[in-house]
Each structure stands twice: as C-alpha cells, then as structure tokens.
C-alpha cells in the first residue's frame, strides 16, 4: 500500500469546534496530511486567535471561522466561507460540543435536553446538508462525525449527552446507507475519557475510576486520534462506511 493513499493533498476539510481539545488537534492532523482546513469556533475569540497560531506554526493552511452550527443561517454562511478561502469543503469533521454536566434525570431539564440534540442532531444534519451539493458532484466527499463510548458504556448518571450521542451514531449509520451511492463515506470515531482543557476541574475520584478500566493502563492524548481521523478521511478508507471506531485503549472490550 503506498503512503499516497493516506495524503489528503488537494482536499478541503472543515472541523467544526476545533479552537480547543481534541477538535483542535483533529483540525492539526488533517492539515499535517496535506488538506486545507477550516478551524471553527463561536464564542472565544481570543482562545480561537490562540489556536490557529499554533495550527499554522506546523505549516498547515487553513482558516478559523466563527459561526454558530446549531444555527442554520451561520452554518450555510460557515461552508459558504470556507469554501470561498480555501476551496470547496470534501471532508467535515461534526466535534461541536456545549459543555456536558452529569445530572441525575430529575435534575435535568427539557432545554438541557434540547441543547444535547441542537449539537449532536440538529448540527451534523445541517453541517452535512450543506456540503453534500459539492460532494455528490465530485462524487467523493468523507463525514465523520465525532461520537462518544457512553453509548456503549450507559453511562451515568448522563442521559442526555447519552440519548443525543446515540441519536448521532443512528444518524451516521443511516446515512452511510443513502450516501454510499455517491462514494461519500460516512463514520463515526468514539474517543475514550482524553484530558483536556475542560477536564481540568474533574474529580480525581472519577479519574482514578476510569483510569482503571482502561485495558492499555496509560490515559489517552489528543494525539492518539490523529492516525484514525486521517485515515476515515483519506483514500485509504475508501471502503469502509457506517462504522463506529472506538479509540480508547480497549475500555469497551467486554
């Protein structure tokens, strides 16, 4: 197999949520392997500025655009955008994520609820709809969205960042299924518990207790998403839709 296969030279690729955490890393990898990127973020400015500076130290191109991807307008002008900087969008990565508390059900409520859906439904489905007129033309196009092991799991006490993330994989899943015909290929890729930004202020007791069902006995870094994100977005791939990749040491091997 040649190394060519996994080169996404020639390609565009957007990354919604990618001015922190694992986002910002996956937007990293893609620009590593060639493509151009589109960085994207809604609120902090000065962290977005932040990231994209480091993007561009590793010599990839790309742009940081700001928009809202629950919100329909936004998100036509965000692919609009994109494509106007750096090209016609042929690879989406769906990370957007709002902040994920774990409340028992009676705490929770229906807005709550509704906010879990607007990232992990509404969002991949208006993010796909809008760059899939490019992709059915070309006849290639690559969507991954970002799914979680909870679903796996059931995690709890957690059931609306669970729901909504089974939701997604439902929607990835049907998905392969329509767009296939077109050679667009459609998966998801379901990271462990990786530290970041906003795991700062997490119990140690909850780390300590996750890090012992961890088979591979080391915490996973943003880093280890790298090689499955370029793969599922390159050539090599070519073959393989509808999948679910867990990337977390082993944890949902039971």
């Known amino acids: ?38 960085l ?3 609120n902090n400015e000065e962290r977005a500025a932040n990231a994209f500076a480091e993007f561009e130290a590793t010599g990839a191109e790309g742009a940081m655009i700001r928009a809202n991807v629950t919100d329909e307008a936004d998100v036509n002008r965000l692919v609009a955008e994109a494509g106007e900087k750096l090209g016609p969008v042929d690879i989406v990565v769906l990370n957007a994520t709002p902040a994920q508390p774990q409340k028992t059900i009676e705490e929770y409520d229906w807005d709550f609820y509704q ?7 509404k969002s991949p489905y208006l993010v796909t709809r809008a760059v899939l007129p490019h992709m059915k033309q070309q006849h290639w196009g690559r969507i991954i969205n970002i799914g979680s092991e909870v679903v796996h ?33 459609v998966n998801m890729v379901a990271p462990g518990w990786i530290p970041v930004e906003r795991h700062e202020n997490d119990p140690q007791e909850l780390k300590d207790g996750y890090f ?5 006995q080391r915490w996973g870094k943003p880093e280890d998403l790298a090689g499955t994100i370029v793969y ?3 050539e090599a791939s070519s073959f393989v839709t509808g999948q679910n990749i867990h990337v977390n040491g082993g944890v949902t091997v039971h």
């Open 232 to 234: 599922l977005a390159s």
């Open 1 to 38: 197999m040649s190394t060519e296969q996994f080169s996404l030279k020639g390609r565009t690729a957007l990354v919604t949520g990618s001015s922190t955490g694992l986002g910002k890393r996956m937007a990293m990898a893609l620009g590593q392997a060639g493509a151009k990127v589109a």
């Open 115 to 121: 906010s879990m859906l607007d990232f992990f439904i």
């Open 212 to 216: 012992a069902s961890i088979p591979m």
């Open 40 to 42: 994207n973020y809604s």
């Open 153 to 185: 799991l059931g995690i709890t006490p957690f059931t609306a960042y669970v729901a909504a993330k089974g939701g997604q994989n439902g929607f990835n899943r049907s998905l392969a299924h329509e767009l296939a015909p077109w050679n667009i290929t």
